[in-house]
C-alpha cells in the first residue's frame, strides 16, 4: 500500500473503508454531502499500473453540489492486494465495487472508467445498475488481445492474452520501486512512451509514479500467471491476476448490449493511444507484425485485435438496441484524456451525467459522434 497523502491536491481527502470483503482506499474532496442524491454522485474508477490519484484533477473540478468518490481497486494504490481471481473475468473488482458502494450506503451512481476501470463500470453494469456510464480509454468489450473484430477468439486457450505480455524487466523495476528515467522498462519511461501521446513529461509525472510503484505485484496481484500455449507466441492466459482478468479467456462484457434498462454512455478516447488501438502496441499479434516479435504465423492466424473498431461495434448495437451512446475522439491523446485533456473529459463527463446542457461545443480538436441521443 502507499500514503495518498503525499500527493493530495489541497481540498482532497484519502480514507479507508471496510467493506466486509476488503480494506478500500477511496479519495473524495472535503465537504462533500453525503446526503448528496444518487442523480449527483459520481464514482471514478482507474485504469491497471495507476490508482484514485490520477483522478484528482477531475475530483477536484466537479461543481459544487456533486459528490465525487475516486475508488482503488484491489491490489492498487491504498487499497487491500487480495489476489484477483481471473477465471471471474473483472467480476472480483465488480463484487469489490459493490460492497464499497454498499458501505458508503449507494445503491447506484454514475460510473467513471479508465482503462480496466471502464472494463469493471461495463461489469458492474452488468451485475448490478449504473445511473450512466462513463468510459475513458476503455478495455475492449471482447478483452485485450487474441480476439477477431466479432469478438470470437484466435485460440481456444487464447494464446498471447493474459499476464505473459507483461515485461519481466518492467516488473522487476516495479518491485524495485524504480523512480528513474534509465531504462526502457522503467516505470518512468512507460508512462512517457506509452501513455500520453507526446513523449516527455507527462501530468503530475511523480504523483502518477508512485501510484505505479503501489502496484500489488503479490501473488494474484500484478500481472499474474502465464500457462504455455501449442499456438503462437507459446503462452496463453492463467487464472489469477490483474493482465489474466482482461484476457478474453475469461472477459467478455459485450451482453451490455442486452441491457434493460440502458444507462447512457459516454465513449472517450484519444487518437494517438498506443495502448488500446487497432494497433496496440501492446498486443503481441501487431508487434509480430511489425517484426518486433519474432516468428509471426501472419495475419490469418494472429491478426492484430481491432480494439477501437470492437468497442465501436457494440456501442453502435448498444444504441441500435434502445441505448443512448456519445463517443468522443480527441486528436493528439494518448492513453491518458483526463490528463492529457482534463477540461474537455471534464465537460464531456458532466453533460453525459446531466449536469451540464446537451450539446456543449466542444474544442476545436475533438469529434463527438452521437450514435442515437435521447436528448
Same mark, same amino acid.
Not at 483522478?55 to 468518490?69: E, H, N
Not at 477465471?87 to 458502494?101: I, M, P, Y
Not at 518491485?175 to 501513455?195: G, K, V, Y
Given at each position: ?35 448528496? /442524491? ?8 482507474? @485504469? ?176 499474474? @500467471? ?56 501492446? @498486443? ?12 509471426? /504465423?501472419? @495475419? ?63 474544442? /476545436? ?11
Amino acid at each position: 500500500m502507499t500514503d495518498p497523502e503525499d500527493h493530495l491536491l489541497d481540498g482532497l481527502t484519502a480514507r479507508t473503508l471496510e467493506t466486509g470483503r476488503l480494506a478500500v482506499a477511496v479519495i473524495e474532496r472535503d465537504g462533500d454531502d453525503p446526503e448528496t /442524491p444518487l442523480e449527483r454522485t459520481v464514482v471514478f474508477l482507474h @485504469d491497471a499500473l495507476a490508482s484514485s490519484l490520477l483522478w484528482q484533477d477531475l475530483l477536484a473540478g466537479l461543481p459544487a453540489d456533486v459528490r465525487g468518490i475516486a475508488v482503488d481497486l484491489r491490489g492498487f494504490g491504498g487499497s487491500e492486494n487480495l489476489p484477483v481471481d481471473a477465471t471471474r473475468g473483472v467480476r472480483d473488482f465488480s463484487d469489490d465495487l459493490h460492497a464499497t458502494l454498499e458501505t458508503l450506503g449507494l445503491p447506484t451512481a454514475h460510473l467513471v472508467g479508465w482503462g480496466l476501470g471502464g472494463a469493471v463500470a461495463l461489469q458492474y453494469a452488468l451485475d448490478h445498475s449504473a445511473l450512466s456510464l462513463s468510459l475513458l480509454a476503455p478495455v475492449s468489450p471482447f478483452g485485450f488481445g487474441g480476439t477477431r473484430r466479432d469478438g470470437t477468439r484466435l485460440t481456444e486457450d487464447a494464446a498471447g492474452t493474459g499476464a505473459g505480455l507483461s515485461n519481466p524487466e518492467f516488473v522487476r523495476r516495479l518491485i524495485a520501486h524504480d523512480t528513474t528515467d534509465e531504462a526502457e522498462a522503467s516505470p518512468r519511461t512507460l508512462i512517457r512512451r506509452a501513455f500520453v501521446a507526446e513523449h516527455g513529461t507527462a501530468p503530475r509525472e511523480d504523483t502518477w509514479v508512485g501510484a505505479v510503484l503501489a502496484t500489488s505485484t503479490a501473488s494474484g496481484n500484478y500481472p499474474g @500467471d502465464q500457462v504455455p500455449s501449442d499456438s503462437w507466441p507459446g503462452f496463453a492466459a492463467g487464472t489469477t491476476g490483474v493482465l489474466n482478468a482482461v484476457s478474453p479467456r475469461w472477459f467478455d462484457v459485450s451482453g451490455i448490449v442486452a441491457l434493460d434498462p440502458k444507462p447512457p454512455i459516454l465513449w472517450v478516447h484519444g487518437e494517438l493511444d498506443a495502448v488500446v488501438s487497432d494497433t496496440s502496441f501492446f @498486443d503481441v499479434n501487431h508487434l509480430g507484425a511489425l517484426g518486433v516479435t519474432p516468428d509471426w /504465423p501472419g @495475419d490469418e492466424i494472429a491478426p492484430a485485435q481491432p480494439m477501437v473498431s470492437q468497442t465501436r461495434d457494440v456501442l453502435a448495437a448498444y444504441a441500435a438496441a434502445g441505448g443512448d451512446v456519445r463517443e468522443v475522439a480527441l486528436a493528439g491523446v494518448g492513453h491518458t484524456p483526463h490528463l492529457e485533456q482534463p477540461a474537455e473529459v471534464r465537460r464531456s463527463v458532466l453533460e453525459r451525467v446531466g449536469f451540464l446542457g446537451p450539446h456543449t461545443e466542444p474544442a /476545436p480538436d475533438t469529434e463527438q459522434i452521437i450514435l442515437k441521443s435521447t436528448d
